[in-house]
């Protein structure tokens, strides 16, 4: 994860006084420690990202909490590459394999690199490929799910509910998120959140869940813009940043990445160029995968914000496929550290090879996850997908202009005459069983705020 030079000085430091006592240690100790010099609020800070990060193990109630190292440095899911256990199924190739093997290296043994631009400047939308011909066609093939001709966002809709647990927890997983599925599916859907985990862990899952939410219901106006990738941003980031301000824009200082020996761009400005360089390019990409794996490779080797760089890449990658009716990419089964070998191969080396393998054997899973799933939900209504926009504007022209039960039978004919004659009774049918099937847990896909919503039920036993 990205952090500033001070905070990744303070980490260093906490660890090493960790690591003298194998027995654990107490917040108090810690705040006592002369080596560390800092307030309390702070030192807890750094010690629920240690924690989270799984570079250290809280163990006992929180006033009697102490910290300690794990017993195996597979617990930690960014650090030296050597000390990273391999994947019980490799998923890369041979030649990714001799790539890997530059970054598994001990740090002292690795030269340093900064930011290359020629690396951004050399590829050529439609022109220079990532992803070979072959490959495209075969991810093609999987991803297709019959509704190519709907509109965008439709397939989305169909699995929102399974995807919202399954890309907020494995995305929050590769950054170290120490919740299970089955309690990352409890805080999305019944807002418990576990015991035992630190609240920046459930404000992770959450936002992933804010986010996903948003691009399901602006998908035919997202795109690779900086309106869509900043907010995608703030939303991941919301109340994970040191500085609020910083959620949804480009940074403005240097920060660094532990675990390699690559240095992002420093200067502002040149952020800036190279931000609006690279969502360019891939706005320009015609072929939704190439579009998907260009902006995993480029949003995080940017680090074009202070951090939540991959997150914004993961979610991101998912914009073609949802503008295209494709099956999501959800990075199901993904291991932590064949993830991370991926992207430290882009730092250091510029090659893409190693991250490939892990997004093709990452769409195959997505692709088999969400082939079952869909045989689970049935086909969809044809005639409900047909007047998806029609419907929403009607639901929520009912509940915004807090219609009773009989200015609602008087407004529909109405709202029906856009539609051919023969389809109106069914729409104004399919209307009515919409609302009476709106509840606060639905809302969002109308963009209804809770306060319209209670307002409007308010109204309900009024009559005309």
Known sequence: ?????????????????????????????????RRLRLSTRTLQRRLERLVAEKRLIAEGATKARRYRLPSSAAARP????????????????????KL?????????????????????????????????AAMRKQLLDLGQVGLSDLPAGTYLRQVLQRLLVDLSWNSSRLEGNTYSLLETQRLLELGTAAEGHSAREAQMILNHKQAIEMLAEEAEGIGFNRHTICNLHAMLSDNLMSEPEACGRLRSRAVGISGTVFYPLEVPQLVEQRFDQLLAKAEAIRDPFEQAFFVMVHLPYLQAFEDVNKRVSRLAANIPLIRHNLCPLSFIEVEAADYVDGTLVVYEQNRVECLR??????????CARYA???????????????????????????????????????????????????ERAQFIGVVQKELSALHLGSIMRYRL??????AWTKLQAVKA
């Open 100 to 132: 890997r093997a530059a970054i598994r290296r001990p740090l002292t043994q690795r030269t340093p690199v900064g930011y290359q631009g020629r690396f951004l400047d050399a590829y050529q939308p439609n022109k220079t490929f990532y992803l070979p």
């Open 449 to 454: 705020r809770p306060s319209e919503f209670e």
């Open 1 to 33: 994860m990205p952090k500033t030079a001070t905070e990744e000085s303070d980490l260093a430091a906490i660890l090493q006084v960790v690591e003298g006592r194998p027995e654990g240690v107490s917040l108090g100790d810690l705040a006592k420690h």
């Open 78 to 97: 960014v650090t030296t590459a050597a000390a990273r256990p391999q994947a019980s199924t490799s998923v890369f190739s041979a030649a990714s394999e």
């Open 372 to 422: 079952a799933v869909r045989q689970s939900l049935g086909d969809p209504d044809p005639f409900r997908l047909k007047h998806r926009a029609v419907i929403g504007d009607a639901v929520r022209a009912v509940v915004q202009g807090k219609m009773n039960a009989a200015a609602t039978k008087r407004m529909l004919p109405k709202h029906a005459t856009t539609l051919p004659p023969g």
């Open 357 to 366: 393998d892990v997004f093709v054997w990452a769409y195959q899973r997505s």
